[in-house]
């Protein structure tokens, strides 16, 4: 798949994901970043990419850009619904790749 098309494809992915995010939060539900979310993250886990721009680009998006951002939604909101969409893969895997977010991100934010 050519980079510009996998690009468009994570981006969109991550918006929708902003957004229901922000609308989980305004209903007072829990955080859940959604399975095809999680299973994306998952397969770039998988594969070796980095995992953790994209992840920088899902809080630029519930912070900033999407409707009705949220600048309060903080990096343990955002990393707790990530855990929960990633709960498919393996716990070890999953709690590595959330140990490697709460290490990366702080670069991006």
Known sequence: MPDHIFEKLIGA???ESAIALLTQRARGATLH???AFG???AWLWE???D???YVADLIAQVRYHAPGACPEM???DVLGAVGRAAAPMPPAEAA???ATLRAGL???L
Do not use: I, K, N, Q
């Open 39 to 41: 299973r994306v993250l």
């Open 51 to 53: 995992v953790v721009p």
């Open 74 to 76: 903080s990096l343990d």
């Open 33 to 35: 970043a959604g399975e």
């Open 106 to 108: 702080p670069a991006y």
């Open 96 to 98: 590595a790749m959330l």
């Open 13 to 15: 992915l991550v918006g």
């Open 47 to 49: 594969t070796a990419d």
